[in-house]
């Protein structure tokens, strides 16, 4: 088993709250997919270098069990996040679990 973190910037780049319904939709795609997600909501910052510029965000993340029998296509998901929340870069971070 897999499990996978998604890690969602909270604003755009104008410090604007991104909008909801791309993080809804991501919801609803991963439940019809996983049979359900986990959603983060603490308060978590985000720092990045790029350059001689930093950036800082705050993030939320989605979290899903994978049995690996779905054949979801995860990088379809990451190029289409990318592209809705107007990011260079989607953090999706997986890990081999064993569940008890």
């Known amino acids: 088993m897999r499990e996978y973190e998604i890690y969602l910037p909270t604003t755009d780049n104008a410090g604007q709250p991104v909008d909801e319904h791309i993080i809804s939709e991501t919801k609803a795609e991963l439940t ?29 993340i ?8 779905t054949r979801f296509d995860w990088g379809k998901l990451k190029a289409k ?17 064993d569940v008890l």
């Open 81 to 97: 996040l990318e592209r809705a929340l107007s990011q260079e870069s989607v953090l999706i971070v997986v890990r081999s679990i």
């Open 62 to 69: 989605l979290r899903v069990i994978d049995d690996e029998r």
């Open 32 to 60: 019809k997919a996983f049979g359900g997600y986990t959603h983060l909501r603490q308060r978590s910052e985000g720092v990045w270098r790029v350059g001689r510029a930093t950036f800082r965000d705050e993030v939320t």
